[in-house]
Every structure is written in structure tokens, then in C-alpha cells.
């Protein structure tokens, strides 16, 4: 099942070309004790409802809606740093890209956080800020929490996933916490929509790409992850509960590259699709 968010806050089953509005079910996802989307909580045991729905709705192109981020407010964005062995002796080897400050692999360095109000949809566009500095594109496959899932062992990891989409982790190079350059509003871009993990299968051969105006940049595969993702919730999920709607950034792969404005950043993932967003200027 592939769904989206679109237009002012709908829902829809996505099928090839097409959305149906199945927003009503969002009135149905009991209220959570605690934080978190009761929507993707709920997700699992609406997915008959969701098909009842849009079997009396009436089709749209998806070509025609403005599509909105999937996951529409996460407490927490959690994103892997350097995830991938190649991308990781890509930054060590350049010092526009580490800065003077040595990656260590993420089981030292930890997972990192980005705020939710950086987040997009892909039919909006990043907003450049500090032209004067290089701003970097990153692809990553995202993963979007349905349980909540503290200190959850490996075995049990996947069973904790609502769905993936693809990523775009825009990052400000230079010496500032990560955090905070990762921050800037619309440099988070989650897309097209969630595929479910039935129809998306297991998540460690995903072939991902990302091209920036055609030119092919970035070219990957989901194998080459040095945490994967059962192994991402294990050990974010060790330091702090991870609810509903919560998004993973698993990491980007080798081939990171700057964007200016006026670009058109192409991203997909295998069995999710594909996202082209646009670079302007901020103001
Ligand atoms: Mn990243």
C-alpha cells in the first residue's frame, strides 16, 4: 500500500497514477496514551478500512495534488551520520567535507537529530540559504515508525516500521553542530509516500539514487549500510523510545555533492518511486 499526504492535510491511497481520498480514516485511529501519530499507530488494522474507502472515491491524478511530506509531523527526525563505508572514507579523504573535525563511524559517533520544522514535501522546493557556502545534496532511505519501540532487540526491529519513502537530508557544510545546519527550514524532504513494509519487502537491498539536473550524483544500494535498518532501531531505540510517525534518516551514500539555486534534484528508491525538487534561493 503506498500513501500519501497531499493538499491541505488529505490522505491518499496512491495506485500507479492515481490518488484516492481515504482522509475520513484518520478520524477512525483510536487516541494514543502518549506521544505520537495514532495514525500510524493505527495503520496496520485500518488498511481494510482504507481500501473500502477509496474503492467509493473518486480517482484523481496524482500529477494534479501538491504532495506534502508523509509523514506530517514527526516528534523526532533521527538521522544516521555517515552510515555508509565509502561515504565515510569519501568525507575523511576531503576537508570541504569534514571540516577539520574527523567522522567516526556511527557506532561512536551516535545518531543525531534534526528538527521537524525543516520538513518539506516534495512538491515544495528547497529554500537555499548562505549562498556563499557549499550546501551539499544527500539520498537516504527513510523509515517511518508505527510502534512505539523502546530498547526493542533486533529479532523484533522491522516489526516497528510503518513504512518507508525516500529522503533528501540537505545539509550546510562547515563547522556548526550537524543539528543545526541540518536544520534549516526545508532541508528535510520526505517522499513521494509511504510504501508499506508488505509491498516494500525486506530493506536491506534497496538500489537508491539521485541525479542533480540530470547528472547522476549519487548511486547506491541499501546492502552496502554499515547499520541497517532493524540495526538503526535497535540503537536509536536503546538511548530514547521511538513513537509513531517518528522518521529514520538511514544515511547517505558516496557521491554527496553541492546544489545551487535553479537546480532540480532528482531522487528515487527502489519499490517506493521517485522525487524531483526544486532548489531556490531563500527570500
Ligand atoms: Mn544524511
Redo the contacts with the bound molecule.
Sequence with gaps: MKLCRYDQGRLGLVRGDTVFDVTAVLDEAPPLDGPGDPFFAALADLTGRIEALAAGAVPRPLAEVRLLSPAPSPGKIV?????YRAHLDEVNDDAELHHGNLINEIHRAGVFLKAPSSLIGPSDKVRQRFLDRRTDH?V?LAVVIGRRADRVSKAEALDHVAGYCI?L?I?LRGPEERSFR?SIDTYTVLGPWIVTPDEFGPPTSMGLKLDVNGEPRQDANTRDLILGVADLIVFASSFYTLHPGDVL?T??PEGVGPIRPGDVINASVERIGAISVGVVAAD
Excluded at 538521522?79 to 552510515?83: F, I, L, T
Design positions: 538521522a544516521a551520520p555517515v552510515n544527500e537516504e529522503g537530508d545539509t541540518k534518516l544515511g547517505t
